[in-house]
């Protein structure tokens, strides 16, 4: 099939990510001028080999360190605006967040302990032809601290008295 004409949705479940995530968009290096939210899911040769015959954009990075393994990737992007994702979820100790714009970029730097995702194609014409995987659906399970599972039934039952129990001022 070729690119620009793809039509099946692909269901991943427990992605490794080939490199750091970047679902808050950010742009400290210059290279991601629109600001794009993306993830890119490692591909074993097998996988990426079928992904590119059917036209997906399979991606290669030869490591300077070890040119005889390349890195082979499904760069998947995420759009909370013109097309969101159908679910989008966070699961942090069993209860699921819901992701939106504000709240996605903590995943950046979260303790990721699984992903399952639904790709759907983009296909575009203009001013190319090809494909583009965005995000369907999306569930991260987050792992949590040990300190905060030893700390969680105290937060939780103090979130909704924000008051301290001392005066700041010094009154």
Same mark, same amino acid.
């Given at each position: 099939? *070729?690119?620009?004409?793809?039509?099946?949705? &692909?269901?991943?479940?427990? =992605?490794?990510? *080939?490199?750091?995530?970047?679902? !808050?968009?950010?742009?400290?290096?210059?290279?991601?001028?629109?600001? $794009?939210?993306?993830?890119?899911?490692?591909? @074993? #040769?097998?996988?990426?080999?079928? &992904?590119? +015959?059917?036209?997906?954009?399979?991606?290669?990075?030869?490591?300077?360190? #070890?040119? #005889?393994?390349?890195?082979?990737?499904?760069?998947?992007?995420?759009?909370?605006?013109?097309?969101?994702?159908?679910? *989008?979820?966070?699961?942090?100790?069993?209860?699921?967040?819901? &992701?939106?714009?504000?709240? =996605?970029?903590?995943?950046?730097?979260?303790?990721?302990?699984?992903? @399952?995702?639904?790709?759907?194609?983009?296909?575009? !014409? $203009?001013?190319? =032809?090809?494909?583009?995987?965005?995000? %369907?659906?999306?569930?991260? %399970?987050?792992?949590?601290?040990?300190?905060?599972?030893?700390? *969680? +039934?105290?937060? %939780?039952?103090? %979130?909704?008295?924000? #008051? &301290?129990?001392?005066?700041?001022?010094?009154?």
């Amino acid at each position: 099939m *070729a690119a620009g004409n793809i039509h099946n949705n &692909l269901v991943f479940e427990n =992605v490794t990510l *080939a490199f750091r995530p970047n679902f !808050s968009g950010s742009d400290p290096h210059g290279y991601n001028d629109r600001h $794009q939210r993306y993830f890119d899911i490692k591909l @074993d #040769d097998e996988m990426a080999k079928d &992904l590119a +015959d059917e036209g997906w954009p399979v991606r290669t990075y030869i490591p300077k360190n #070890d040119p #005889d393994n390349p890195i082979l990737s499904l760069r998947v992007f995420i759009r909370f605006d013109k097309v969101p994702p159908r679910y *989008a979820y966070m699961i942090v100790d069993r209860r699921p967040v819901k &992701l939106n714009a504000e709240n =996605v970029g903590t995943l950046d730097y979260a303790d990721i302990s699984n992903i @399952d995702v639904e790709v759907r194609p983009y296909n575009y !014409s $203009q001013p190319r =032809v090809g494909t583009k995987a965005m995000v %369907e659906s999306i569930y991260v %399970e987050i792992r949590e601290s040990k300190l905060y599972e030893k700390y *969680a +039934d105290i937060i %939780e039952s103090s %979130e909704d008295n924000d #008051d &301290l129990p001392f005066d700041v001022n010094g009154d």
